[in-house]
């Protein structure tokens, strides 16, 4: 079992920055794909990025690119997930996962963290 917990989550206005972390623990998360989803108010919880278990490759929902940055850092477990020029259709409960695959072009995950509200003000 791979324990998740995320940090970082909070208000901002739009068009600002925020950093979000994930920390895990109980395994080494270096052989997994990492990743972040978000479910935002009245919305299914839908992909946002993932990361590769070296960090050579990265993936990005359209919806974010450009604007979304993932990364990991292996030697202290964690992944982060920078989010720059925040629109108000970010606001959302936003998830750190461990062991993320797609298959038929969805995206799914073993492991899931409970959760941190980002929530963009206008």
């Known amino acids: 079992q791979v324990q998740l917990v995320e940090s970082g989550g909070g208000l901002v206005q739009a068009g600002g920055s925020l ?13 997994y ?3 972040w989803f ?16 070296s960090g050579g490759g ?11 940055t993932i990364s990991r850092d292996n030697a202290k477990n964690t992944v982060y997930l920078q989010i720059d020029r925040m629109k108000s259709e970010d606001t959302a409960v936003y998830y750190c996962a461990a062991d993320v695959s797609i298959e038929a072009g969805t995206w799914n995950s073993r492991f899931w963290g409970q959760g941190t509200q980002v929530t963009v003000s206008s």
């Open 58 to 68: 990265k993936y990005f929902a359209d919806s974010v690119a450009g604007r979304f």
């Open 33 to 35: 794909i990492m990743g």
């Open 19 to 31: 950093g979000l972390s994930c920390a895990a623990s109980g395994r080494t998360i270096s052989n």
């Open 38 to 53: 978000r479910r935002a108010p009245g919305k299914e919880r839908e992909f946002v990025a993932a990361i590769t278990e």
